[in-house]
């Protein structure tokens, strides 16, 4: 409710949308056209708002295809920035030589400059901007100092009009974002109760805490949240598999959209499509499924009702 009433940005649905699909991935083939507008053209029908995680080729097409389409879109953008530090307790990788560290700032500076650009050439589009994306948690494999953050939130504010924020899990909000909070318009959260072992029918609550445990240290600030969602599938790895289905997708996304509704809390519920890139090869990965469409397009339970009639192309 404080979003809306301090940055004037209308409550509706939103969504976290990225289009990658078999073959596809960041970095390598990105979807065509075609692919992006049957994409959207899926979405419009029940979200307002996108979330996308960086400024590359993917989000340009994404931008294109609501502009030519006339699609009533509007975007929160970010910069994908990569590590400027070791970390050294990732399980999964964060360690790199001092060179990769230093190209790596030089690609930052760079991301920065150019979601700069994309914001200034679409003002009608994009509504908000992000510095960049779980950089500053503790498991993360691409650390960027917070120092650096507030350097490029700085950067920002000083050349686009968009209101600035960084998307980032929720601990950290608790303590070492402090500085950071004060250079941002607004915070924002991303809180999963099933990646915390969290059983379903507790996890609407679990999502409460961790949403007014930042939103109450920072009683001046505006929060939203940035991602939340549900599983569909795990190998056990992370996610225990009982606690993963379609059926417990559908009970948390409708309690947070009846909750987040009710508060007018901007919610992008994570995330449009599964993403078979991601992960590992095992196709039971659970960052593979979080979709609330499958990466063919079709619907999952949670979506049945709205999209039954819902026809894709071959």
Not at 30 to 39: A, C, G, L, Q, R
Not at 84 to 111: A, M, R, T
Request: proline letters at 5%; glycine letters at 4%.
């Amino acid at each position: 409710m404080k979003l809306t009433q301090e940055l004037k940005i209308p409550f509706g649905n939103a969504i976290c949308y990225s289009g990658f699909r078999e073959g596809q991935m960041p970095g390598g083939a990105v979807p065509s056209y075609e692919e992006i507008k049957e994409d959207l053209l899926i979405l419009h029908k029940n979200w307002k708002y996108l979330r996308l995680y960086d400024c590359d080729e993917h989000a340009q097409i994404v931008l294109d295809v609501i502009t030519q389409e006339k699609l009533d879109f509007k975007v929160m953008l970010g910069a994908y920035i990569v590590a400027e530090k070791n970390n050294f307790g990732c399980p999964w990788g964060g360690s790199y030589s001092e060179d990769v560290l230093k190209k790596n700032k030089e690609k930052n500076i760079e991301q920065i400059h150019k979601l700069i650009q994309t914001a200034n050439r679409y003002p009608d589009i994009i509504f908000c901007l992000s510095a960049g994306n779980e950089a500053c948690v503790d498991w993360t494999d691409h650390y960027v100092p917070v120092e650096s953050v507030i350097d490029y939130v700085r950067m920002l504010k000083k050349a686009t009009k968009q209101p600035v924020t960084f998307c980032e899990n929720y601990v950290p909000w608790l303590n070492k974002l402090n500085k950071l909070v004060d250079e941002l318009d607004f915070v924002s959260i991303h809180t999963y109760p099933v990646w915390e072992y969290k059983h379903i029918h507790d996890s609407l609550n679990y999502t409460k805490e961790n949403y007014y445990a930042v939103a109450n240290k920072y009683p001046n600030k505006p929060v939203i949240i940035t991602e939340a969602g549900w599983a569909t599938n795990s190998n056990g790895k992370g996610i225990n598999q009982e606690n993963v289905s379609e059926e417990n997708q559908k009970i948390y996304y409708d309690d947070l959209i009846k909750w987040t509704t009710e508060r007018k809390i901007l919610t992008f519920v994570f995330e449009a499509f599964d993403e078979p890139w991601k992960g590992s090869n095992d196709p039971l990965e659970p960052e593979k499924h979080w979709g609330l469409f499958k990466e063919d397009r079709t619907p999952k339970k949670v979506m049945k009702h709205l999209y039954s009639k819902l026809t894709i192309k071959s």
